[in-house]
Structures are given as C-alpha cells and as structure tokens.
Antibody, heavy 121, light 111 residues
Framework: EVQLVESGGGLVKPGGSLRLSCAAS????????MNWVRQAPGKGLEWVSS????????YYADSLKDRFTISRDNAKNSLYLQMNNLRAEDTAVYYC??????????????WGKGTTVTVSS | QSVLTQAPSVSGAPGQRVTISCTGS?????????VHWYRQLPGTAPKLLIN???NRPSGVPDRFSGSKSGTSASLAITGLQAEDEADYYC???????????FGGGTKLTVL
C-alpha cells in the first residue's frame, strides 16, 4: 500500500524552528517528485515547496523561500521540511504529497494524513 | 485571496447535478497548464478527483467529470449523494509565481 506518514509537528514559539519528516512506503520513492502543502485552520490549501526525484530542482512559494528548506533522503525514503523563524501565520496542517504528472503540469496523487504545526507563545 | 477563484459554496439536492467552477488567468489556466481537482472530507486529507483537466484516476466514480476552457475549468458532479458533501479544490501551475496554485475551495452542501 502506498503510504506517506508525516511527523515532527507540534507547538513552537514564534521565532522558533521545527523539522518535519515524511516517511514514504509502498512505492519507489526515488522515482517521484515530492511536495509539502499546508492548510491553515479553516482555510484552503497552500502549496509550500517541491523537490524533484533526485533533488536537482527545488521550488518554494515566494513568501516562504527564505525560511523553509525542503530536502529528501532517497536511501531512507524520507522527505523533510526545515522551518525556521516561524510565525503565527505558519500555523497549519502540513501535508506530505507525492507528485503526479500530466503533459500540462503536476499534481498530488498521494497525500499523507498531515502533521499539525502550531506557532504560539 | 487565491490566484484561482472558486465560489465559496454550492448546494444541490440528492440526485441532482452541480458544477463547481475555477477561474484563473493568462499566467495559469489560460497559459495552457492543466487543472486538477481534489475533494476534502471534513477532518481528512484531500484526495485526488480529477487530473489533467478531465482524467479520472482509478476508483473515482464516473459521476465526477472535469473540463477546461480558456482561463476557466469546471468540475461536474451528477447523481449527487450525501457523501459528496465536502470541500472541493482546483489546482494548477502559475508561470508568474513559478509554483503551484490552488483555488480557495468550494464547500458543497447536499440538501
């Protein structure tokens, strides 16, 4: 069974850091691009970052690129998101997402259940 | 404010047909990038419904269909069922932002 399991969420003070992890199983992790997508409480979905299968290409939402770093370890079938200088507005459920592709773009074909990040003093 | 615009809510009676629209611009949908649709049941992760404007992944009922024209796309749901009550999101790529963009979501209520 294809599965993505996030971990590392929790309560952190403003200005703090957190590292999210995503453990992948049931598919050849090294063959897929991966993403992080977040959802603030009561709000819609927001794309955070993408990383290609071999980490050759990395992209971030403009508002986040200076504070967030995406990475992956194909040997460990794991995806990571290092989040620094966290703000209250970063409070959200963070989803690990496997990337599918069409000729006209990319999408999420598998979602994890999410991990909750709360930034509050 | 989302780059892709969706109506906040839509409703329909069981058995009816509803459509959910997603309006973009010349830097995303209008530029030829595909539109994808997701459904999110309360308290759960989103799930892929339609990819590549109109393709249904395996396991998605044929009651769900997608289309795209110009700078807009639509998701149609026929034979509405109580379990279709959920939030629906469209997603595409935006060349100006160099990243994925989502619609703000449409909450479907089955009356």
């Amino acid at each position: 069974e294809v599965q993505l399991v996030e971990s590392g969420g929790g309560l952190v003070k403003p200005g703090g850091s957190l590292r999210l992890s995503c453990a992948a199983s049931g598919f050849t992790f090294s063959s897929f691009g991966m993403n992080w997508v977040r959802q603030a409480p009561g709000k819609g979905l927001e794309w955070v970052s993408s990383i290609s299968s071999r980490s050759s290409y990395i992209y971030y939402a403009d508002s986040l690129k200076d504070r967030f770093t995406i990475s992956r370890d194909n040997a460990k079938n794991s995806l990571y998101l290092q989040m620094n200088n966290l703000r209250a507005e970063d409070t959200a459920v963070y989803y690990c997402a496997r990337e599918g592709a069409t000729r006209g773009g990319y999408y999420v074909d598998v979602w994890g259940k999410g991990t909750t990040v709360t930034v509050s003093s | 404010q989302s780059v892709l615009t969706q109506a906040p809510s839509v409703s329909g009676a069981p058995g009816q047909r509803v459509t959910i629209s997603c309006t973009g611009s010349s830097s995303n949908i209008g530029a030829g990038y595909d539109v994808h649709w997701y459904r999110q049941l309360p308290g759960t992760a989103p799930k892929l419904l339609i990819n590549g404007n109109s393709n249904r992944p395996s396991g998605v009922p044929d009651r769900f269909s997608g289309s795209k024209s110009g700078t807009s796309a639509s998701l149609a749901i026929t034979g509405l069922q109580a379990e279709d009550e959920a939030d629906y999101y469209c997603q595409s790529y935006d060349s100006s932002l160099s990243g994925w963009v989502f619609g703000g979501g449409t909450k479907l209520t089955v009356l």
